[in-house]
């Protein structure tokens, strides 16, 4: 009985169907070692070949497609032949080596007529750097006016007939950004000039440390070395007043050894109130002179004594000290005022040199101005996505950090760039003071040194943006008349030692516009009419050439994230104003 078993099992095995059977592989380039020599099978090894090649395919106007989300991203086919060959100028440039590898977004539109001459990835949301100046200037001019000042005064009871106040003096301020020690010293000379000897009282400055403070509160600190080695070395701070004290355990070391010198601010609190020490520690060679600046922790006591200092050197007698309180009393005379340069100068400051510290600053005054209470950052974006909504961008289509454009978070579009330039450029309120504000091409501001010798110098007026893998170039270029371009260029993603080759790509952008408007014009008048439209020749840039830029976007380095410096306040209204230039005349 289990033989007829273990042969029924043999022979249900053997009766499976091949579907059930497990699947035996054959193994390529292998013989099955079981199988006889007759059955063996060679299996063909599989040819590799090289990927094959295709030739490069120059960049067209049809090529240049948009995205699903950037439907009207591409400028129709141009109507003339000038229109076509300026078309054909651009997408060559954008074929260049460096700048086809980054991501781009260009327009290029007619100013009179608005109609799009050229466009290419127009509404692509990309890093502006600081071409986000361009909107919190014209957000702040927008709010305020041209005509805007900060004012500074100094509050008190009246004098007496000797020339003595009765009581305390009060600084308030008015969030001045632009506020500097010599605007300290002219209202010490205004009271000194109505015969002021004595004040009774206190110094007073308020509890708000940014509204009572000078614009950047710094103290320059000057480290020499002594003699000889195991001499202290001297100290001297600019400038030197009450509040300061210093602890000097730096020593001087022997010629031979590295200087290492470390200075720093810390504040400490006695029975007669808060003083800042300054402490200098380390070595430093004989003879040897270190000059650092350091940011003072409490601006409005800095200010209380710097203006306590100046009243003792003007020889005004100061019987009581410096206190910080909340508010003056509601109802005291002014003694003295400073008034600050107007907005329209200050967007200058702003967009020429592209000064971040300026630029926050002014949009948040807007900001304080339309909403109440303390300038701040959050209120001077609600200024600015409250602008760009008036001009018909809608809120969803952007991202906004900061005025001034040191963020990676900002996003912009070309179409959205060019969308403030032309309409803060109609706009007779604030176009005279936003169009004077930016650089001329070779002359001023972060474009002098970048098109001198070019065909546009001196025909192109706009704004620069330079972040880390961050170009960005926009601006108004025009011969004259109704001849006028305006123009917005985003570059992002591109490595940073390739900077200068984008730059120089972004340039010749421009220098073509340029030739354009000049052979339009030619074609149009019949006789070149304008002087000076057809300079000569140059070669085409070369990045080489290209002189580095001023402009103060420091997130540039990724080890160096923000490093102010002063705006060109010295200079006054003098020099803001570029020579004259044909550019928007009928715009």
Same mark, same amino acid.
């Given at each position: 009985?289990?033989?007829?078993l273990?042969?029924?099992?043999?022979l249900?095995?053997l009766?499976?169907p091949? &579907?059930?059977?497990?699947e035996r592989?054959?193994v390529p380039n292998?013989?099955?070692k079981a199988?006889?020599?007759?059955?063996r099978v060679?299996?063909?090894?599989?040819?590799l070949t090289?990927?094959r090649?295709?030739k490069k395919r120059p960049?067209r106007?049809s090529s240049?497609?948009?995205?699903?989300?950037?439907?009207t991203?591409?400028a129709?086919k141009?109507?003339?032949?000038?229109?076509r060959?300026l078309?054909?100028?651009l997408? +060559?440039?954008l074929?260049?080596k460096?700048? %086809?590898?980054a991501?781009n977004g260009v327009?290029?539109?007619?100013?009179k007529?608005g109609d799009?001459l050229f466009?290419?990835g127009?509404d692509?949301?990309l890093?502006?750097?600081s071409?986000v100046?361009?909107?919190s200037t014209?957000a702040?001019?927008?709010?305020?006016g041209?005509?805007?000042?900060?004012r500074?005064r100094?509050?008190?009871?009246? @004098?007496d007939?000797v020339?003595?106040?009765?009581?305390?003096?009060f !600084?308030v301020? /008015?969030?001045d950004p632009t506020?500097?020690?010599?605007?300290?010293?002219g209202? #010490?000379q =205004?009271?000194?000039?109505q015969g002021?000897q004595?004040?009774a009282?206190d *110094?007073?400055?308020?509890? /708000?440390e940014a509204?009572d403070?000078l614009?950047?509160? %710094?103290?320059?600190v #000057?480290v020499? +070395?002594? &003699?000889?080695?195991g001499?202290l070395p001297?100290?001297? !701070?600019?400038?030197d007043?009450?509040?300061?004290s210093v602890?000097n355990?730096?020593?001087t070391?022997?010629?031979?050894?590295?200087?290492r010198?470390e200075?720093?601010?810390?504040v400490? $609190?006695?029975?007669?109130?808060?003083r800042? *020490?300054?402490a200098a520690a380390?070595?430093?060679?004989?003879g040897?002179v270190? $000059?650092?600046s350091?940011? #003072?922790?409490?601006?409005?006591l800095?200010?209380?004594?710097l203006l306590?200092?100046l009243?003792?050197?003007?020889?005004?007698?100061?019987?009581?000290?410096?206190?910080?309180?909340n508010a003056?009393?509601p109802v005291?005379?002014?003694l003295?005022a400073h008034?600050?340069?107007? !907005?329209g100068?200050?967007?200058? $400051?702003?967009? $020429?040199?592209s000064?971040?510290f300026?630029?926050?600053?002014?949009?948040?005054?807007?900001?304080?101005?339309?909403?109440?209470?303390?300038?701040?950052?959050?209120?001077?974006?609600?200024?600015?996505?409250?602008f760009l909504t008036?001009i018909g961008?809608?809120?969803n289509?952007y991202?906004?950090?900061?005025g001034?454009g040191?963020s990676r978070?900002?996003r912009?579009?070309?179409?959205?760039i060019i &969308?403030?330039?032309?309409?803060?450029? %109609?706009?007779?309120r604030?176009a005279?003071?936003?169009l @004077?504000? !930016?650089?001329?091409?070779?002359?001023d501001?972060?474009?002098?040194? %970048?098109?001198? +010798?070019?065909?546009s110098a001196?025909?192109?007026?706009?704004k620069t943006?330079t972040l880390?893998?961050v170009l =960005?170039?926009?601006?108004f #270029?025009?011969? +004259?008349?109704e001849d006028?371009?305006?123009?917005?260029?985003?570059?992002?993603?591109?490595? /940073?030692?390739?900077?200068?080759?984008?730059?120089?790509s972004?340039? =010749?952008?421009?220098n073509?516009?340029?030739r354009?408007?000049?052979k339009?014009?030619l074609? &149009?008048?019949?006789?070149?009419?304008?002087?000076?439209?057809?300079?000569?020749?140059?070669?085409?840039?070369?990045p080489s050439?290209?002189?580095g830029e001023?402009?103060?976007d420091?997130l540039?380095?990724e080890t160096n994230?923000i490093k102010e410096?002063?705006?060109?306040?010295d200079?006054g209204v003098?020099?803001?104003q570029?020579? =004259?230039?044909?550019?928007l005349?009928?715009?």
């Open positions: 009985m289990g033989r007829f273990v042969l029924f099992a043999a249900c095995g009766a499976l091949a &579907e059930g059977r497990p592989r054959p292998s013989v099955n199988d006889s020599p007759e059955k060679r299996v063909p090894a599989r040819r090289a990927p090649r295709t960049l106007l240049l497609k948009p995205t699903r989300h950037e439907a991203n591409v129709p141009g109507q003339t032949a000038l229109e060959e078309q054909g100028l997408v +060559g440039i074929q260049g460096w700048i %086809r590898r991501q327009l290029v539109i007619d100013a007529t799009t466009s290419y127009a692509r949301q890093n502006p750097a071409n100046k361009l909107v014209a702040a001019l927008d709010a305020v041209g005509e805007f000042r900060y500074t100094i509050l008190g009871p009246a @004098a007939p020339g003595m106040i009765p009581g305390d003096v !600084l301020g /008015n969030f506020l500097r020690v010599e605007d300290v010293q209202l #010490v =205004a009271l000194s000039a002021i004595v004040i009282g *110094v007073v400055v308020g509890m /708000n509204r403070s614009g950047q509160s %710094r103290l320059i #000057v020499r +070395g002594g &003699e000889k080695e001499d001297t100290v001297v !701070l600019e400038p007043t009450a509040l300061f602890e355990s730096a020593r070391t022997s010629k031979g050894r590295r200087a010198l200075v720093g601010l810390r400490k $609190k006695n029975s007669s109130g808060e800042i *020490v300054v380390g070595r430093i060679r004989p040897q270190f $000059k650092m350091r940011t #003072v922790p409490r601006p409005a800095h200010v209380g004594y306590r200092a009243l003792l050197q003007a020889n005004i007698e100061v019987r009581g000290g410096v206190r910080q309180e003056p009393p005291l005379p002014e003295a008034e600050s340069l107007p !907005l100068v200050l967007v200058g $400051k702003v967009n $020429k040199p000064w971040n300026l630029a926050d600053r002014v949009v948040w005054t807007a900001g304080a101005e339309l909403f109440g209470g303390s300038p701040s950052n959050e209120k001077g974006l609600r200024a600015m996505i409250g008036r961008i809608a809120r289509s991202r906004l950090e900061n001034s040191l978070s900002n912009l579009s070309a179409r959205q &969308e403030v330039l032309t309409t803060a450029g %109609r706009d007779f604030i005279p003071d936003f @004077a504000s !930016l650089s001329v091409a070779g002359r501001g972060t474009l002098k040194g %970048r098109f001198r +010798g070019h065909p001196g025909r192109f007026r706009g943006g880390s893998g =960005a170039l926009s601006g #270029v025009s011969i +004259g008349g006028t371009l305006c123009f917005a260029i985003l570059t992002n993603g591109f490595k /940073n030692r390739r900077k200068q080759h984008v730059r120089s972004q340039a =010749a952008m421009v073509a516009m340029y354009y408007l000049v339009r014009h074609t &149009e008048e019949g006789a070149l009419e304008t002087e000076g439209l057809q300079p000569p020749p140059t070669p085409m840039l070369d050439s290209e002189e001023s402009e103060n420091s540039a380095d994230d410096q002063p705006g060109p306040l200079e003098e020099g803001m570029p020579p =004259a230039l044909p550019i005349r009928a715009f």
